[in-house]
């Protein structure tokens, strides 16, 4: 069911806990509400729909993705950026890397690792960083 997206920066700072196969509710909340922002959002968290758990979803194409606990285990191709939030206003400067491998966990809490690129790697990074408590 889609949820309201927050722009409290004091829980959006929190560092999230690890999603449980208990939380699946979450992420399918999460994936509805993306797909509800679709015109405005390639990314979400779970922390941007009010619930504190490592969870994010994102568009890969058409098709929307989301992975529980996830954890980006290599990195290359640095470069600079400026990105927009949904939580919050205007735009700021990050860095991102073009390439990365992530370790996560499926709606079936099945364990998998994936390498993306481009502008999904960067959207996933933006969202691992909510996930960290890191806002751009």
């Given at each position: 069911?889609?949820?309201e997206?927050?722009?409290?920066?004091?829980?959006?700072?929190?560092?999230?806990l690890?999603?449980?196969?208990?939380?699946?509710?979450?992420?399918?909340?999460?994936?509805?509400t993306?797909?509800?922002?679709?015109?405005?959002?390639?990314?979400?968290?779970?922390?941007?729909?009010?619930?504190?758990?490592r969870?994010?979803?994102?568009?890969?194409?058409?098709?929307?993705?989301?992975?529980?606990?996830?954890?980006?285990?290599?990195?290359?191709?640095?470069?600079?950026?400026?990105?927009?939030?949904?939580?919050?206003?205007?735009?700021?400067?990050?860095?991102?890397?073009?390439k990365?491998v992530?370790?996560?966990?499926?709606?079936?809490?099945?364990?998998?690792?994936?390498?993306?690129?481009?502008?999904?790697?960067?959207?996933?990074q933006?969202?691992?960083?909510?996930?960290?408590?890191?806002?751009?």
């Amino acid at each position: 069911m889609q949820q309201e997206i927050i722009h409290d920066i004091v829980f959006l700072s929190k560092k999230s806990l690890p999603a449980q196969k208990s939380d699946i509710k979450i992420a399918e909340d999460l994936r509805d509400t993306l797909i509800a922002n679709s015109g405005i959002a390639i990314g979400l968290a779970a922390n941007m729909i009010g619930k504190n758990k490592r969870i994010i979803a994102f568009y890969a194409g058409m098709l929307p993705i989301v992975m529980l606990n996830p954890t980006i285990i290599k990195k290359s191709d640095e470069y600079s950026v400026e990105e927009g939030c949904l939580s919050l206003a205007g735009t700021r400067k990050t860095k991102r890397y073009d390439k990365i491998v992530v370790e996560y966990r499926d709606l079936n809490f099945n364990k998998k690792t994936q390498e993306f690129t481009g502008l999904i790697a960067e959207t996933i990074q933006h969202e691992v960083d909510h996930c960290n408590g890191i806002l751009i």
